[in-house]
């Protein structure tokens, strides 16, 4: 289950351009979020951009925890390959609305 989890994460969210890194340790999985890809520098930390990104899953019903512009996915055990694909579904569909609204004209 740890390898698919960080196999769908990674074919998800590797090639955004806001995706400094995807890190892993068994199920838990981070995604990093970056101003600048190749120089990873950060956003100003007053955005809170992890933050909003746990808000806007939350109300869908993801549970993510953000540390600073670190979205951290810390499943249960049991979690099954169906629930992997929803949660990061979900999760890449709220980054993207959160980066877009905010960095788009």
Known sequence: NAKYFNKIIREKFEA??????????????????????????????????????YKKALKKGVLLRPLGDVIYFNPPLIIQPND????????LQCMKEIMESHFTS
């Open 16 to 53: 955004l351009p806001y995706v400094g890194e995807v890190r892993h340790i068994g199920l838990i999985n981070a995604i990093e979020i970056v101003k600048n890809k190749k120089t990873k520098e950060a956003y100003p930390s007053n955005l809170r951009l992890g933050y909003q990104i």
């Open 84 to 91: 992997m694909d929803f949660v990061t579904d979900v999760a």
